[in-house]
């Protein structure tokens, strides 16, 4: 496979967020900002990215009969080391995103591409498909989050960017899946033309 569309394959055509509708629940729970989402997105495209790369490596070794409790191991080893990164270096993106970064371990994305790819492809493609996937994933969450925060709160990165205070069903629920409806309908319009 040629390595450019596997690096690229998860901005639009294969994002697993706008075109694959997997990890919806991170993308419509810590989208409020887009320093959450952000550093949602880099925190599970190196979960991705690093699963990926030792799923790969070990595919030969793994027995099939404990092939997902392994990849969930492997999965939630990266997702630890991230978690305590992130409560060591940025406690205040820790305190926002709660839960959902120790839930990275049983997200679509990950245990999806580590059965759907790394278990079947070389270190190198699996290396690209985890940056890929990671960076679609990202661009996606953020998408959502500048909108969701920009119509919310009137801001972006708590800077005052049109003169009224928001709408609050931006940051609410609601919001969150008015704004992934559209944003959903804007790539598929795209495909088509």
Known sequence: MNKIKLLTNGLIKENPVLVL??????????????FNALGMGLATTFVLLMSNML??????????KVRIPSFILVIATFVSIVDLVIQGFIPALSASLGIFIPLIV???????????????????????????MGIGFTFAISIIAFFRELLG????????????????????APGAFIVYGFTIAAVKWLQKS
Not at 21 to 34: E, Q, R, Y
Not at 153 to 172: Q, R, Y
Request: charged share 15%; hydrophobic share 50%.
């Open 21 to 34: 509708v997997l990890g919806t629940c991170p993308a419509l729970a810590v989208t409020t900002s887009v």
């Open 55 to 64: 799923i790969s490596m070990l595919k030969n070794v793994i027995p099939d």
């Open 106 to 132: 049983v997200n679509c994305i990950v245990l999806g591409r580590a059965e759907a790819f790394a278990s079947k492809n070389s270190v190198f493609d699996s290396i690209l498909d985890g940056i890929g």
């Open 153 to 172: 709160s009137g801001a972006i990165f708590s800077h005052k960017i049109i003169p009224f205070d928001g709408i609050l069903v931006f940051v609410l």
